[in-house]
T-cell receptor, first 111, second 117 residues
Framework: GENVEQHPSTLSVQEGDSAVIKCTYSDSASNYFPWYKQELGKRPQLIIDIRSNVGEKKDQRIAVTLNKTAKHFSLHITETQPEDSAVYFCAATPGYSTLTFGKGTMLLVSP | EAGVVQSPRYKIIEKKQPVAFWCNPISGHNTLYWYLQNLGQGPELLIRYENEEAVDDSQLPKDRFSAERLKGVDSTLKIQPAELGDSAVYLC???????????????FGPGTRLTVL
């Protein structure tokens, strides 16, 4: 089955800096890669996703890049704000199937 | 549009007791998922339904866990008997249909935090 590795487990940045979270996956058949943000005690919420037919997708301050050859994808957050502080999860699936999640990255943005 | 609804939000029970969780997916979503989330970890799938059919229950501990999705809408997840190690957050999610494309997007409920004493 799919295996997703996520790094780093914790990331501390100053407000206004950029943050990058990286994930690798094992199943070359995976074609859908969502990113979820989970605030303490809240539900995971989809913030951006990418499919294997594109290499990059951007939504305001958030972008995701995908390298199918290397089987890794990354989340980029620019101009970080304190409200970006949360746990971020990457996930992968070959479609019609189970999402396999990474273990999460706790992002701390200091004012 | 209402999101995925789960109840109860919190449950505290003693070990060996039974417990049940309920989920109401987003209207029109055919696929429903139950996940287990331990502290500091990502969600792990327990069971996936397409309409009323359980199509992936390979990770469900069937000796004590059971689930049903009657009429292909609401779902219940049951544990009997509960063990100390079952303490976790149980998340329900739903997606539009299993045909791929944008319908892969899963929307999560707020979860039920179970504490087994």
């Amino acid at each position: 089955g799919e295996n997703v590795e996520q790094h780093p487990s914790t990331l501390s940045v100053q407000e206004g800096d950029s943050a990058v979270i990286k994930c690798t996956y094992s199943d070359s058949a995976s074609n859908y890669f969502p990113w979820y943000k989970q605030e303490l005690g809240k539900r995971p919420q989809l913030i951006i996703d990418i499919r294997s037919n594109v290499g990059e997708k951007k939504d305001q301050r958030i972008a995701v890049t995908l390298n199918k050859t290397a089987k890794h994808f990354s989340l980029h957050i620019t101009e970080t704000q304190p409200e970006d502080s949360a746990v971020y999860f990457c996930a992968a699936t070959p479609g019609y199937s189970t999402l396999t999640f990474g273990k999460g990255t706790m992002l701390l943005v200091s004012p | 549009e209402a999101g995925v609804v789960q109840s109860p939000r919190y449950k505290i029970i003693e070990k060996k007791q039974p417990v049940a969780f309920w989920c109401n997916p987003i209207s029109g979503h055919n696929t429903l998922y139950w996940y287990l989330q331990n502290l500091g970890q990502g969600p792990e799938l327990l069971i996936r339904y397409e309409n009323e059919e359980a199509v992936d229950d390979s990770q469900l501990p069937k000796d004590r866990f059971s689930a049903e999705r009657l009429k292909g809408v609401d779902s219940t997840l049951k544990i009997q008997p509960a063990e100390l190690g079952d303490s976790a957050v149980y998340l329900c999610a739903s997606s539009l249909d299993p045909s791929g494309g944008a319908s892969d997007t899963q929307y999560f409920g707020p979860g039920t935090r179970l504490t087994v004493l």
